[in-house]
């Protein structure tokens, strides 16, 4: 399976430099859907492995496999979407907490080595959004619960000091702004982007 993924990503850059825009290869945004909720004790190794791979491994490959071009080049932005688990962990979500705190304590040392050649590297952790997979999460807790799924979104909505979810518009501008040369001293950094929802200073 690794070395599936291996080549799945040799594939796609030789694909891209091979095109009319090789230079996309100086912006690259790593995001995966996140593993599944549940019970710690209910997974085993290969699912740990599965997450692991998805959420830690890979965006580290393709930063491997794109960032010396980005140092040569004197210009490279790597924005890596994780989750605001991170900061605070969800106990629901122990593959998630695990595998991107895994990601983040990477990115923390690598990110130092590259901003002097102008490539930065940083991660965005999102809160609760307005997307198909909050609101799959959202229907399977009301039907778990037999709670109405209307009024369990109310709530978690109301649950946010801004007293909304995120509009997946927004992450998209606060993504592009990292992409951006105007981002150029910031790296190594957790933008957390939750509505105000994590209660702590730092």
Same mark, same amino acid.
């Given at each position: 399976?690794?070395?599936?993924?291996?080549?799945?990503?040799?594939?796609?850059?030789?694909?891209?430099?091979?095109?009319?825009? +090789?230079?996309?290869? !100086?912006? #690259?945004? *790593?995001? /995966?859907?996140?593993?599944?909720? %549940?019970?710690?004790?209910?997974?085993? &190794?290969?699912?740990?492995?599965?997450?692991?791979?998805?959420?830690?491994?890979?965006?580290?490959?393709?930063?491997?496999?794109?960032?010396?071009?980005?140092?040569?080049?004197?210009?490279?932005?790597?924005?890596?979407?994780?989750?605001?688990?991170?900061?605070? +962990?969800?106990?629901? !979500?122990? #593959?998630? *907490?695990? /595998?991107?705190?895994?990601?983040? %304590?990477?990115?923390?040392?690598?990110? &130092?080595?590259?901003?002097?050649?102008?490539?930065?590297?940083?991660?965005?952790?999102?809160?609760?959004?307005?997307?198909?997979?909050?609101?799959?999460?959202?229907?399977?807790?009301?039907?778990?619960?037999?709670?109405?799924?209307?009024?369990?979104?109310?709530?978690?909505?109301?649950?946010?000091?801004?007293?909304?979810?995120?509009?997946?518009?927004?992450? %998209?501008?606060?993504?592009?702004?990292?992409?951006?040369?105007?981002?150029?001293?910031?790296?190594?950094?957790?933008?957390?982007?939750?509505?105000?929802?994590?209660?702590?200073?730092?």
């Amino acid at each position: 399976a690794a070395r599936n993924e291996a080549e799945r990503i040799e594939a796609c850059l030789e694909s891209l430099r091979a095109s009319d825009y +090789p230079d996309l290869e !100086l912006i #690259l945004v *790593n995001n /995966a859907g996140g593993p599944p909720p %549940g019970d710690f004790r209910d997974w085993d &190794r290969d699912v740990w492995i599965a997450a692991v791979d998805a959420n830690m491994l890979t965006p580290i490959f393709l930063i491997k496999a794109t960032v010396d071009g980005m140092i040569e080049r004197k210009f490279g932005r790597v924005v890596n979407i994780t989750s605001s688990s991170v900061k605070a +962990p969800i106990e629901v !979500l122990g #593959l998630s *907490n695990g /595998a991107r705190a895994g990601l983040t %304590g990477f990115i923390a040392g690598v990110a &130092r080595k590259t901003v002097g050649a102008n490539v930065t590297i940083n991660n965005l952790l999102p809160g609760a959004f307005d997307t198909d997979r909050m609101n799959g999460n959202i229907a399977a807790a009301a039907k778990k619960t037999g709670a109405d799924v209307a009024e369990m979104t109310k709530k978690r909505a109301a649950s946010i000091p801004a007293g909304r979810f995120g509009d997946p518009y927004e992450f %998209g501008e606060y993504c592009a702004f990292l992409c951006s040369a105007q981002a150029g001293y910031i790296t190594g950094q957790n933008l957390l982007i939750d509505g105000g929802n994590y209660p702590g200073t730092f």
